[in-house]
Protein backbone atom coordinates (compact mmCIF):
# COMPACT_ATOMS: atom_id res chain seq x y z
CA UNK A 1 0.00 0.00 0.00
CA UNK A 2 0.89 3.64 -1.54
CA UNK A 3 0.72 6.26 1.65
CA UNK A 4 0.84 9.75 1.29
CA UNK A 5 3.12 11.37 3.85
CA UNK A 6 1.51 14.60 6.15
CA UNK A 7 2.90 17.54 6.14
CA UNK A 8 4.21 17.33 9.56
CA UNK A 9 6.17 14.47 8.43
CA UNK A 10 7.56 16.05 5.15
CA UNK A 11 8.58 19.22 6.85
CA UNK A 12 10.31 16.49 9.80
CA UNK A 13 11.91 15.06 6.23
CA UNK A 14 12.97 18.21 4.73
CA UNK A 15 14.20 19.52 8.32
CA UNK A 16 16.56 16.85 8.23
CA UNK A 17 18.33 17.91 5.56
CA UNK A 18 18.23 21.99 5.99
CA UNK A 19 18.75 22.04 10.11
CA UNK A 20 21.26 19.03 10.51
CA UNK A 21 22.50 20.52 13.42
CA UNK A 22 22.69 23.85 14.81
CA UNK A 23 25.27 25.46 13.11
CA UNK A 24 23.28 24.56 9.86
CA UNK A 25 20.64 26.88 11.36
CA UNK A 26 23.08 29.42 11.86
CA UNK A 27 24.30 29.27 8.43
CA UNK A 28 20.58 29.54 6.82
CA UNK A 29 20.19 32.03 9.04
CA UNK A 30 23.27 34.12 8.54
CA UNK A 31 22.61 33.75 4.93
CA UNK A 32 19.54 35.42 4.78
CA UNK A 33 20.55 38.26 6.85
CA UNK A 34 23.44 38.44 4.22
CA UNK A 35 20.96 38.85 1.36
CA UNK A 36 18.71 41.28 3.57
CA UNK A 37 21.55 43.96 2.80
CA UNK A 38 22.50 43.93 6.13
CA UNK A 39 26.09 45.57 6.87
CA UNK A 40 25.79 44.73 10.90
CA UNK A 41 24.81 41.21 11.65
CA UNK A 42 25.10 39.83 15.56
CA UNK A 43 24.42 36.46 16.52
CA UNK A 44 24.00 34.75 20.03
CA UNK A 45 24.46 31.06 21.21
CA UNK A 46 23.46 29.49 24.18
CA UNK A 47 24.26 25.84 25.11
CA UNK A 48 25.89 24.88 21.70
CA UNK A 49 22.68 26.15 19.84
CA UNK A 50 19.97 24.17 21.59
CA UNK A 51 18.63 26.05 23.91
CA UNK A 52 19.35 29.39 22.14
CA UNK A 53 20.22 31.10 18.91
CA UNK A 54 19.77 34.92 17.83
CA UNK A 55 20.33 36.38 14.79
CA UNK A 56 19.83 39.88 14.51
CA UNK A 57 20.73 42.30 11.58
CA UNK A 58 19.64 45.83 9.98
CA UNK A 59 18.77 44.86 6.41
CA UNK A 60 16.02 45.53 4.69
CA UNK A 61 13.64 43.80 7.28
CA UNK A 62 10.09 41.80 6.11
CA UNK A 63 6.74 43.26 5.40
CA UNK A 64 3.75 42.23 7.18
CA UNK A 65 2.09 40.65 4.71
CA UNK A 66 4.78 38.81 3.98
CA UNK A 67 5.77 37.38 6.97
CA UNK A 68 3.60 33.95 7.37
CA UNK A 69 4.45 33.46 3.66
CA UNK A 70 8.13 32.91 4.59
CA UNK A 71 7.73 30.14 6.59
CA UNK A 72 5.96 28.41 3.72
CA UNK A 73 7.96 25.67 2.26
CA UNK A 74 10.06 26.65 -0.81
CA UNK A 75 8.37 30.28 -0.20
CA UNK A 76 11.68 32.48 -1.52
CA UNK A 77 11.96 36.36 -2.61
CA UNK A 78 14.94 35.27 -4.82
CA UNK A 79 13.53 33.22 -7.39
CA UNK A 80 10.07 33.81 -9.64
CA UNK A 81 11.21 30.73 -12.25
CA UNK A 82 13.23 27.59 -12.58
CA UNK A 83 15.28 30.21 -15.37
CA UNK A 84 15.99 32.23 -12.70
CA UNK A 85 18.26 29.73 -10.48
CA UNK A 86 20.72 29.44 -13.67
CA UNK A 87 21.43 33.58 -12.74
CA UNK A 88 21.36 33.26 -9.18
CA UNK A 89 23.68 35.49 -7.29
CA UNK A 90 22.23 35.65 -3.69
CA UNK A 91 23.18 33.27 -0.76
CA UNK A 92 19.84 31.55 -0.15
CA UNK A 93 17.23 30.95 -2.96
CA UNK A 94 15.70 27.45 -1.98
CA UNK A 95 13.12 28.88 0.48
CA UNK A 96 13.76 25.67 2.48
CA UNK A 97 15.05 27.39 5.60
CA UNK A 98 12.73 29.10 7.55
CA UNK A 99 10.05 26.12 7.01
CA UNK A 100 12.67 23.65 8.09
CA UNK A 101 13.87 25.28 11.45
CA UNK A 102 10.62 26.01 12.32
CA UNK A 103 9.40 22.44 11.94
CA UNK A 104 12.00 21.39 14.88
CA UNK A 105 11.92 24.20 16.67
CA UNK A 106 10.13 27.40 18.65
CA UNK A 107 10.80 30.35 16.69
CA UNK A 108 10.18 34.07 17.15
CA UNK A 109 10.38 36.80 14.74
CA UNK A 110 10.69 40.38 14.80
CA UNK A 111 11.29 42.52 11.65
CA UNK A 112 9.92 45.45 10.15
CA UNK A 113 11.11 47.48 6.99
CA UNK A 114 12.44 51.02 6.41
CA UNK A 115 8.72 51.74 4.84
CA UNK A 116 6.70 50.65 7.77
CA UNK A 117 5.53 52.68 11.01
CA UNK A 118 5.69 49.53 13.13
CA UNK A 119 7.16 46.42 13.25
CA UNK A 120 5.90 42.59 13.27
CA UNK A 121 6.13 39.76 15.77
CA UNK A 122 5.57 36.26 14.84
CA UNK A 123 5.96 32.97 16.69
CA UNK A 124 5.77 29.38 15.58
CA UNK A 125 6.65 26.13 17.01
CA UNK A 126 6.73 22.59 15.78
CA UNK A 127 5.63 24.31 11.95
CA UNK A 128 2.33 25.57 14.02
CA UNK A 129 1.62 29.43 14.32
CA UNK A 130 1.43 30.91 17.87
CA UNK A 131 1.12 34.46 17.53
CA UNK A 132 0.98 37.42 15.29
CA UNK A 133 1.00 41.20 16.62
CA UNK A 134 2.54 44.52 15.80
CA UNK A 135 5.44 45.55 17.85
CA UNK A 136 7.64 48.85 17.93
CA UNK A 137 10.93 47.74 16.59
CA UNK A 138 14.05 49.08 14.66
CA UNK A 139 14.52 47.99 10.55
CA UNK A 140 15.75 44.61 10.15
CA UNK A 141 15.11 41.20 11.60
CA UNK A 142 16.00 39.56 14.53
CA UNK A 143 15.06 35.51 14.53
CA UNK A 144 15.18 33.53 17.69
CA UNK A 145 15.25 29.78 17.81
CA UNK A 146 14.38 27.78 20.84
CA UNK A 147 14.80 24.01 21.88
CA UNK A 148 16.53 22.86 18.51
CA UNK A 149 14.55 19.54 17.25
CA UNK A 150 12.61 19.88 20.27
CA UNK A 151 10.00 17.33 18.69
CA UNK A 152 12.33 15.28 16.75
CA UNK A 153 14.48 14.32 20.51
CA UNK A 154 16.36 11.24 18.64
CA UNK A 155 18.43 13.37 16.48
CA UNK A 156 19.59 15.71 19.69
CA UNK A 157 21.49 12.53 21.00
CA UNK A 158 23.53 12.36 17.38
CA UNK A 159 24.62 15.95 18.18
CA UNK A 160 28.22 16.58 19.70
CA UNK A 161 29.05 18.57 23.22
CA UNK A 162 28.13 21.81 23.24
CA UNK A 163 31.58 23.04 23.08
CA UNK A 164 31.89 21.29 19.76
CA UNK A 165 28.64 22.29 18.27
CA UNK A 166 30.01 25.73 19.05
CA UNK A 167 33.11 25.08 16.63
CA UNK A 168 31.40 24.56 14.21
CA UNK A 169 29.51 27.88 14.76
CA UNK A 170 32.45 29.55 15.19
CA UNK A 171 33.82 27.95 11.85
CA UNK A 172 30.61 28.81 10.35
CA UNK A 173 30.74 32.61 11.10
CA UNK A 174 34.42 33.16 10.04
CA UNK A 175 34.30 32.03 6.69
CA UNK A 176 30.88 34.36 6.20
CA UNK A 177 33.54 37.04 7.85
CA UNK A 178 35.81 36.70 5.23
CA UNK A 179 33.42 36.25 2.15
CA UNK A 180 32.21 39.61 3.23
CA UNK A 181 34.32 41.78 4.90
CA UNK A 182 32.57 44.36 4.45
CA UNK A 183 30.17 43.24 6.97
CA UNK A 184 30.21 43.23 10.79
CA UNK A 185 29.68 39.94 12.33
CA UNK A 186 29.54 39.37 15.81
CA UNK A 187 29.12 36.38 17.62
CA UNK A 188 28.74 35.19 21.49
CA UNK A 189 28.54 31.93 22.93
CA UNK A 190 27.10 31.68 26.42
CA UNK A 191 27.41 35.07 27.37
CA UNK A 192 31.25 35.11 25.71
CA UNK A 193 32.31 37.60 22.77
CA UNK A 194 34.30 34.78 20.62
CA UNK A 195 34.35 36.82 17.47
CA UNK A 196 34.28 39.79 15.86
CA UNK A 197 34.99 41.38 12.50
CA UNK A 198 35.11 45.48 12.42
CA UNK A 199 33.16 45.46 8.24
CA UNK A 200 36.30 47.33 7.07
CA UNK A 201 36.32 45.79 3.87
CA UNK A 202 39.65 44.91 3.95
CA UNK A 203 40.34 41.06 3.93
CA UNK A 204 43.65 41.06 5.42
CA UNK A 205 41.42 42.34 8.65
CA UNK A 206 39.85 39.24 9.16
CA UNK A 207 42.55 37.08 8.23
CA UNK A 208 44.50 38.71 11.25
CA UNK A 209 41.72 37.98 13.48
CA UNK A 210 41.18 34.57 12.49
CA UNK A 211 44.46 33.18 11.94
CA UNK A 212 46.67 35.59 13.66
CA UNK A 213 49.40 37.96 12.76
CA UNK A 214 52.31 35.18 12.10
CA UNK A 215 49.43 34.03 8.68
CA UNK A 216 48.48 37.55 8.24
CA UNK A 217 52.17 39.16 7.95
CA UNK A 218 53.10 36.38 5.26
CA UNK A 219 50.07 36.95 2.42
CA UNK A 220 50.54 37.22 -0.87
CA UNK A 221 47.69 39.59 -2.35
CA UNK A 222 46.35 37.71 -5.87
CA UNK A 223 43.96 39.03 -8.34
CA UNK A 224 43.87 37.32 -12.10
CA UNK A 225 41.80 36.68 -14.86
CA UNK A 226 41.62 33.50 -16.45
CA UNK A 227 39.10 32.87 -19.23
CA UNK A 228 36.69 34.55 -17.70
CA UNK A 229 36.98 33.44 -14.24
CA UNK A 230 38.52 35.91 -11.82
CA UNK A 231 40.71 34.85 -8.35
CA UNK A 232 41.25 37.17 -6.03
CA UNK A 233 42.49 37.12 -2.42
CA UNK A 234 45.75 35.97 -0.89
CA UNK A 235 47.54 33.28 -0.96
CA UNK A 236 50.31 32.38 2.04
CA UNK A 237 53.76 31.81 1.72
CA UNK A 238 54.71 28.66 1.96
CA UNK A 239 56.16 28.82 5.45
CA UNK A 240 52.21 28.90 6.91
CA UNK A 241 52.26 25.04 6.04
CA UNK A 242 49.29 23.06 7.97
CA UNK A 243 49.00 19.55 8.17
CA UNK A 244 45.48 19.52 7.58
CA UNK A 245 43.75 21.39 4.71
CA UNK A 246 42.04 23.78 7.53
CA UNK A 247 43.31 26.80 6.22
CA UNK A 248 42.72 26.42 2.32
CA UNK A 249 39.32 28.87 1.80
CA UNK A 250 37.47 29.18 -1.25
CA UNK A 251 34.70 30.91 -2.24
CA UNK A 252 32.74 31.22 -5.20
CA UNK A 253 30.89 34.53 -5.67
CA UNK A 254 30.31 34.81 -2.41
CA UNK A 255 29.53 31.40 -1.42
CA UNK A 256 31.53 29.04 0.81
CA UNK A 257 32.06 25.94 -0.92
CA UNK A 258 34.22 22.73 -0.74
CA UNK A 259 36.16 21.39 -4.13
CA UNK A 260 38.09 18.65 -4.45
CA UNK A 261 38.90 20.67 -8.18
CA UNK A 262 39.97 23.94 -6.23
CA UNK A 263 42.33 21.90 -3.55
CA UNK A 264 43.93 20.29 -6.02
CA UNK A 265 44.57 23.47 -8.20
CA UNK A 266 45.93 25.15 -5.00
CA UNK A 267 48.22 22.28 -3.81
CA UNK A 268 49.42 21.55 -7.31
CA UNK A 269 50.35 25.21 -7.13
CA UNK A 270 52.55 24.75 -4.23
CA UNK A 271 53.84 21.76 -4.61
CA UNK A 272 56.99 22.54 -5.68
CA UNK A 273 57.30 24.70 -2.64
CA UNK A 274 56.05 22.65 0.01
CA UNK A 275 57.15 19.15 1.56
CA UNK A 276 55.36 16.12 1.34
CA UNK A 277 52.30 16.12 3.82
CA UNK A 278 51.81 19.62 3.98
CA UNK A 279 48.97 21.48 3.05
CA UNK A 280 49.02 25.57 2.03
CA UNK A 281 46.80 28.61 3.51
CA UNK A 282 45.03 30.45 1.03
CA UNK A 283 41.81 32.77 0.98
CA UNK A 284 40.65 32.77 -2.50
CA UNK A 285 37.51 34.19 -4.70
CA UNK A 286 36.40 32.85 -7.66
CA UNK A 287 34.07 34.96 -9.26
CA UNK A 288 32.55 33.49 -12.78
CA UNK A 289 29.18 33.90 -14.49
CA UNK A 290 26.35 32.15 -12.32
CA UNK A 291 25.48 30.52 -15.25
CA UNK A 292 29.07 28.82 -15.75
CA UNK A 293 28.39 27.11 -11.95
CA UNK A 294 25.70 24.90 -10.53
CA UNK A 295 24.88 25.98 -6.74
CA UNK A 296 21.58 23.86 -6.45
CA UNK A 297 23.79 20.81 -5.88
CA UNK A 298 22.81 20.28 -2.22
CA UNK A 299 20.38 22.05 -0.11
CA UNK A 300 23.26 22.98 2.36
CA UNK A 301 24.77 24.88 -1.01
CA UNK A 302 27.65 24.13 0.02
CA UNK A 303 28.69 21.94 -3.14
CA UNK A 304 29.09 23.19 -6.56
CA UNK A 305 29.39 22.11 -9.93
CA UNK A 306 31.17 24.08 -12.91
CA UNK A 307 30.70 24.23 -16.51
CA UNK A 308 34.33 23.96 -16.81
CA UNK A 309 36.21 21.88 -14.27
CA UNK A 310 39.68 22.59 -16.47
CA UNK A 311 39.81 26.30 -17.02
CA UNK A 312 38.64 26.73 -13.40
CA UNK A 313 41.51 25.01 -12.22
CA UNK A 314 43.68 26.71 -14.47
CA UNK A 315 42.84 29.75 -13.44
CA UNK A 316 43.05 28.93 -9.75
CA UNK A 317 46.47 26.98 -10.43
CA UNK A 318 48.08 29.75 -12.80
CA UNK A 319 47.55 32.65 -10.45
CA UNK A 320 49.23 30.96 -7.49
CA UNK A 321 51.96 30.04 -9.25
CA UNK A 322 52.22 33.32 -10.52
CA UNK A 323 52.23 34.64 -7.35
CA UNK A 324 54.67 32.53 -5.66
CA UNK A 325 57.30 33.25 -8.41
CA UNK A 326 57.06 36.49 -8.37
CA UNK A 327 57.46 37.04 -4.83
CA UNK A 328 60.87 36.14 -2.81
CA UNK A 329 59.97 33.46 -0.26
CA UNK A 330 63.68 32.82 1.67
CA UNK A 331 62.17 31.77 5.14
CA UNK A 332 63.06 34.74 7.75
CA UNK A 333 64.18 32.48 10.60
CA UNK A 334 64.35 35.42 12.80
CA UNK A 335 60.78 36.72 12.33
CA UNK A 336 60.22 32.72 13.34
CA UNK A 337 61.62 32.30 16.19
CA UNK A 338 60.71 35.65 17.61
CA UNK A 339 57.54 35.45 16.65
CA UNK A 340 57.20 31.93 18.69
CA UNK A 341 59.30 33.88 21.58
CA UNK A 342 56.33 36.73 21.54
CA UNK A 343 53.47 34.25 22.10
CA UNK A 344 55.39 32.97 24.88
CA UNK A 345 56.23 36.41 26.63
CA UNK A 346 52.09 36.87 25.86
CA UNK A 347 51.06 33.74 27.43
CA UNK A 348 52.89 34.80 30.79
CA UNK A 349 51.87 38.04 30.73
CA UNK A 350 55.39 39.80 30.33
CA UNK A 351 54.81 40.73 26.68
CA UNK A 352 56.56 44.46 26.07
CA UNK A 353 56.74 46.68 23.01
CA UNK A 354 60.68 46.73 21.36
CA UNK A 355 62.39 49.66 21.60
CA UNK A 356 65.85 50.38 21.16
CA UNK A 357 68.05 51.89 23.99
CA UNK A 358 69.31 54.92 23.64
CA UNK A 359 72.89 54.21 23.09
CA UNK A 360 72.29 51.27 20.84
CA UNK A 361 69.88 53.81 18.49
CA UNK A 362 72.63 56.21 18.39
CA UNK A 363 75.31 53.71 17.66
CA UNK A 364 73.19 52.04 14.69
CA UNK A 365 72.96 55.40 13.52
CA UNK A 366 76.30 56.14 13.33
CA UNK A 367 76.97 52.60 11.92
CA UNK A 368 73.86 53.22 9.16
CA UNK A 369 75.86 56.74 8.29
CA UNK A 370 79.27 55.74 8.23
CA UNK A 371 78.86 53.37 5.19
CA UNK A 372 76.18 55.46 3.43
CA UNK A 373 78.93 57.46 1.65
CA UNK A 374 81.08 54.30 1.11
CA UNK A 375 78.05 52.65 -0.94
CA UNK A 376 77.69 55.83 -3.01
CA UNK A 377 81.17 55.82 -4.18
CA UNK A 378 81.11 52.54 -5.24
CA UNK A 379 77.83 52.12 -6.36
CA UNK A 380 78.42 53.35 -9.97
CA UNK A 381 81.73 50.95 -10.21
CA UNK A 382 79.92 47.67 -8.89
CA UNK A 383 77.06 48.34 -11.43
CA UNK A 384 79.85 48.63 -13.97
CA UNK A 385 81.19 45.28 -13.16
CA UNK A 386 80.62 42.30 -15.46
CA UNK A 387 79.39 39.49 -13.84
CA UNK A 388 81.46 36.04 -14.10
CA UNK A 389 81.14 33.99 -16.96
CA UNK A 390 79.13 31.29 -16.34
CA UNK A 391 77.43 28.30 -18.13
CA UNK A 392 73.84 28.01 -18.17
CA UNK A 393 73.59 24.51 -19.47
CA UNK A 394 72.71 23.64 -16.15
CA UNK A 395 76.09 21.35 -15.60
CA UNK A 396 77.91 24.36 -14.17
CA UNK A 397 77.62 23.41 -10.22
CA UNK A 398 77.80 19.63 -10.92
CA UNK A 399 81.08 19.76 -12.97
CA UNK A 400 82.39 22.28 -9.89
CA UNK A 401 81.54 19.84 -7.34
CA UNK A 402 83.39 17.09 -8.78
CA UNK A 403 86.51 18.86 -9.92
CA UNK A 404 86.87 21.69 -6.96
CA UNK A 405 87.37 18.77 -4.92
CA UNK A 406 91.33 19.02 -6.55
CA UNK A 407 91.25 22.22 -6.49
CA UNK A 408 94.00 24.63 -4.23
CA UNK A 409 92.05 26.79 -1.66
CA UNK A 410 92.07 30.35 -3.31
CA UNK A 411 92.05 33.53 -0.89
CA UNK A 412 88.65 35.04 -1.22
CA UNK A 413 88.59 38.84 -2.64
CA UNK A 414 86.98 41.62 -1.04
CA UNK A 415 83.49 41.76 -1.67
CA UNK A 416 82.60 45.27 -2.54
CA UNK A 417 79.35 46.82 -0.75
CA UNK A 418 76.00 45.64 -2.51
CA UNK A 419 74.19 48.23 -4.48
CA UNK A 420 71.07 49.79 -2.32
CA UNK A 421 67.82 48.31 -3.20
CA UNK A 422 69.47 45.15 -4.48
CA UNK A 423 67.68 41.63 -3.76
CA UNK A 424 69.34 38.96 -2.57
CA UNK A 425 67.59 36.46 -5.21
CA UNK A 426 69.27 37.89 -7.91
CA UNK A 427 71.96 36.29 -10.09
CA UNK A 428 73.28 39.91 -10.51
CA UNK A 429 74.06 40.03 -6.92
CA UNK A 430 76.40 37.37 -6.47
CA UNK A 431 79.70 39.36 -6.72
CA UNK A 432 78.41 41.36 -3.80
CA UNK A 433 77.99 38.51 -1.51
CA UNK A 434 80.14 38.43 1.26
CA UNK A 435 81.19 34.10 1.89
CA UNK A 436 81.90 33.73 5.44
CA UNK A 437 82.20 30.11 4.99
CA UNK A 438 81.28 26.40 5.53
CA UNK A 439 79.93 25.21 9.23
CA UNK A 440 79.26 21.72 10.05
CA UNK A 441 80.24 20.90 7.10
CA UNK A 442 76.89 20.96 5.46
CA UNK A 443 75.50 24.74 5.86
CA UNK A 444 77.23 28.03 4.58
CA UNK A 445 76.58 31.58 5.56
CA UNK A 446 76.77 34.76 3.49
CA UNK A 447 76.58 38.04 4.33
CA UNK A 448 74.25 40.39 2.46
CA UNK A 449 72.96 43.70 2.70
CA UNK A 450 72.67 43.66 6.45
CA UNK A 451 71.23 40.32 6.60
CA UNK A 452 73.15 36.95 6.98
CA UNK A 453 71.40 33.88 4.97
CA UNK A 454 71.89 30.48 5.38
CA UNK A 455 72.60 27.63 2.67
CA UNK A 456 72.05 24.24 3.06
CA UNK A 457 74.09 22.72 0.58
CA UNK A 458 72.63 19.07 0.08
CA UNK A 459 69.00 21.01 -0.43
CA UNK A 460 70.67 23.67 -2.82
CA UNK A 461 72.20 20.71 -5.21
CA UNK A 462 69.44 18.58 -4.91
CA UNK A 463 67.24 21.88 -6.24
CA UNK A 464 69.63 22.35 -9.04
CA UNK A 465 69.85 18.92 -10.31
CA UNK A 466 66.28 18.59 -10.08
CA UNK A 467 65.83 21.39 -12.56
CA UNK A 468 68.06 20.28 -14.74
CA UNK A 469 66.80 16.91 -14.87
CA UNK A 470 62.88 17.93 -15.65
CA UNK A 471 64.37 20.64 -18.07
CA UNK A 472 65.79 17.40 -20.10
CA UNK A 473 62.53 16.15 -20.54
CA UNK A 474 60.34 19.15 -21.11
CA UNK A 475 63.37 19.68 -23.67
CA UNK A 476 62.59 16.32 -25.13
CA UNK A 477 66.62 16.16 -24.63
CA UNK A 478 67.01 12.73 -22.92
CA UNK A 479 69.76 10.60 -23.97
CA UNK A 480 68.85 6.93 -24.49
CA UNK A 481 71.10 3.92 -23.68
CA UNK A 482 70.67 0.36 -25.84
CA UNK A 483 69.62 -2.33 -24.20
CA UNK A 484 71.45 -5.82 -24.73
CA UNK A 485 69.87 -7.93 -24.57
CA UNK A 486 66.86 -5.94 -24.52
CA UNK A 487 64.19 -6.16 -21.73
CA UNK A 488 61.23 -7.95 -22.67
CA UNK A 489 57.83 -6.85 -20.69
CA UNK A 490 54.40 -8.99 -20.35
CA UNK A 491 51.60 -6.63 -19.36
CA UNK A 492 48.17 -7.75 -18.25
CA UNK A 493 45.36 -7.65 -20.37
CA UNK A 494 43.93 -4.08 -19.70
CA UNK A 495 47.34 -2.77 -18.85
CA UNK A 496 48.63 -3.25 -22.31
CA UNK A 497 45.28 -1.82 -24.08
CA UNK A 498 45.46 1.17 -22.15
CA UNK A 499 49.34 1.02 -22.35
CA UNK A 500 49.02 1.19 -26.50
CA UNK A 501 47.37 4.73 -26.11
CA UNK A 502 50.23 6.53 -24.11
CA UNK A 503 53.26 4.73 -25.13
CA UNK A 504 54.44 7.71 -27.20
CA UNK A 505 54.59 9.43 -23.58
CA UNK A 506 57.37 6.71 -23.03
CA UNK A 507 59.32 7.80 -25.90
CA UNK A 508 59.82 11.39 -24.57
CA UNK A 509 61.15 10.03 -21.30
CA UNK A 510 63.93 8.37 -23.53
CA UNK A 511 62.50 4.74 -23.69
CA UNK A 512 62.21 2.60 -27.10
CA UNK A 513 59.34 0.43 -26.61
CA UNK A 514 57.95 -1.96 -29.31
CA UNK A 515 54.63 -4.19 -29.49
CA UNK A 516 56.02 -7.39 -29.86
CA UNK A 517 52.66 -9.30 -30.39
CA UNK A 518 49.81 -10.55 -27.30
CA UNK A 519 50.80 -8.66 -24.40
CA UNK A 520 54.63 -8.35 -25.29
CA UNK A 521 56.28 -5.83 -25.71
CA UNK A 522 60.22 -5.21 -26.35
CA UNK A 523 62.20 -2.74 -24.20
CA UNK A 524 65.56 -1.67 -26.63
CA UNK A 525 66.91 1.42 -24.93
CA UNK A 526 66.39 2.88 -21.59
CA UNK A 527 66.96 6.74 -20.52
CA UNK A 528 70.68 7.25 -19.62
CA UNK A 529 71.29 10.91 -18.52
CA UNK A 530 68.16 9.89 -16.22
CA UNK A 531 69.91 7.28 -14.69
CA UNK A 532 67.25 6.09 -12.36
CA UNK A 533 64.32 5.58 -14.92
CA UNK A 534 66.85 3.08 -16.59
CA UNK A 535 65.57 0.23 -13.46
CA UNK A 536 63.14 -2.21 -15.22
CA UNK A 537 61.12 -1.55 -11.35
CA UNK A 538 60.81 1.69 -11.95
CA UNK A 539 59.70 1.69 -15.64
CA UNK A 540 56.86 -1.35 -14.29
CA UNK A 541 55.79 1.59 -11.74
CA UNK A 542 55.49 4.30 -14.14
CA UNK A 543 53.20 1.95 -16.36
CA UNK A 544 51.07 1.50 -13.44
CA UNK A 545 50.80 5.04 -12.64
CA UNK A 546 48.83 4.82 -15.82
CA UNK A 547 45.57 4.01 -14.40
CA UNK A 548 46.08 6.34 -11.45
CA UNK A 549 43.69 9.24 -13.82
CA UNK A 550 43.96 7.82 -17.29
CA UNK A 551 45.33 10.63 -18.56
CA UNK A 552 49.30 9.16 -18.96
CA UNK A 553 52.13 9.12 -17.29
CA UNK A 554 51.51 10.34 -13.55
CA UNK A 555 53.08 13.66 -13.61
CA UNK A 556 53.51 12.84 -9.37
CA UNK A 557 55.15 9.59 -9.92
CA UNK A 558 57.28 11.29 -12.67
CA UNK A 559 58.71 14.43 -9.74
CA UNK A 560 59.35 11.69 -6.95
CA UNK A 561 61.36 9.72 -9.46
CA UNK A 562 63.70 12.78 -10.50
CA UNK A 563 63.25 14.03 -6.75
CA UNK A 564 65.03 10.64 -5.69
CA UNK A 565 67.50 10.85 -8.76
CA UNK A 566 68.06 14.49 -7.57
CA UNK A 567 68.63 13.52 -4.09
CA UNK A 568 71.02 10.51 -4.95
CA UNK A 569 73.49 12.85 -6.93
CA UNK A 570 73.52 15.73 -4.85
CA UNK A 571 76.75 16.58 -2.51
CA UNK A 572 75.78 15.24 1.31
CA UNK A 573 75.82 16.68 4.19
CA UNK A 574 78.74 16.73 6.64
CA UNK A 575 81.11 16.89 3.01
CA UNK A 576 83.64 19.64 2.88
CA UNK A 577 83.18 21.74 -0.13
CA UNK A 578 85.85 24.50 -1.48
CA UNK A 579 84.22 28.35 -1.92
CA UNK A 580 84.82 27.64 -5.41
CA UNK A 581 81.75 24.84 -4.90
CA UNK A 582 79.88 26.79 -2.99
CA UNK A 583 80.06 30.04 -5.64
CA UNK A 584 79.10 27.78 -8.42
CA UNK A 585 76.42 26.21 -6.93
CA UNK A 586 74.62 29.48 -5.41
CA UNK A 587 75.07 31.05 -9.23
CA UNK A 588 72.96 28.13 -10.22
CA UNK A 589 70.24 28.34 -7.61
CA UNK A 590 69.44 32.11 -8.08
CA UNK A 591 68.82 31.18 -11.78
CA UNK A 592 65.93 28.58 -11.39
CA UNK A 593 62.41 30.29 -10.65
CA UNK A 594 62.40 28.30 -7.66
CA UNK A 595 64.99 28.32 -5.45
CA UNK A 596 63.40 28.07 -2.46
CA UNK A 597 62.56 24.62 -1.53
CA UNK A 598 63.95 21.45 -2.91
CA UNK A 599 62.20 18.71 -4.68
CA UNK A 600 60.81 17.33 -0.95
CA UNK A 601 59.82 21.04 -0.03
CA UNK A 602 62.72 21.66 2.56
CA UNK A 603 64.07 25.02 2.24
CA UNK A 604 67.34 25.55 0.68
CA UNK A 605 67.82 29.18 2.05
CA UNK A 606 66.69 31.03 5.46
CA UNK A 607 67.50 34.26 6.51
CA UNK A 608 68.69 36.21 9.86
CA UNK A 609 68.42 40.27 9.48
CA UNK A 610 71.00 42.39 11.25
CA UNK A 611 67.82 43.51 13.93
CA UNK A 612 67.41 39.40 14.39
CA UNK A 613 70.82 39.27 15.70
CA UNK A 614 70.30 42.47 17.98
CA UNK A 615 67.27 41.26 19.45
CA UNK A 616 69.09 37.93 20.05
CA UNK A 617 71.85 39.68 21.82
CA UNK A 618 70.09 41.79 23.90
CA UNK A 619 71.28 44.74 22.02
CA UNK A 620 67.88 45.90 21.16
CA UNK A 621 65.69 44.78 24.65
CA UNK A 622 61.98 43.21 23.74
Not at 519 to 532: F, G, K, M, Q
Request: proline fraction near 4%; hydrophobic fraction near 40%; aromatic fraction near 8%.
Amino acid sequence: MINILSKETIDKIAAGEVAERPESVVKELLDNAIDSGADTISIEIRNGGLDLIRVTDNGCGIEKDDVRTAFLRHATSKLKTAEDIEHVITMGFRGEALASIAAVSDVELITKTENELIGTQYRISGGQEKSLKDVGVPKGSTIIVRDFLLNVPVRRQFLKSPQVENSYIVNTVEKAALAHPDLSISLSCDGRNVFVSSGSGKLKDVIYIIYGQEAAASLIPVDSEYKGVRVSGFAAKPVIARSRRDFEVFFVNGRWIRSDILKKAAEDAYAPFMMQHKYPMCVLNIDLRPEDVDVNVHPRKSEVRFASNQTVYDAVEKTISAALKESELVVNAGNAFFMKEKATKHAYGTEKTSVFEPFETKRKFDYVSSITEEIAKNEAAARSEAAPNESRNGNTAAAAMQTAQTAPAQVPAPTPPAPAGRSFMNKASAPYFKLIGQVFETYWIIEFNDEMYIIDQHAAHEKVNFEHFMSLIKNHAVESQMLFPPLVLTLDAKTAVLFDKFIDSFQELGYDIEYAGDRDYIVRAVPSNLPELGDEAVLKSLIDSLFEDGRGINSELIHDKIASMSCKAAVKGNMVVTETEMRALIGELLTLENPYACPHGRPTIVKWSHTDLDRLFKRIVN
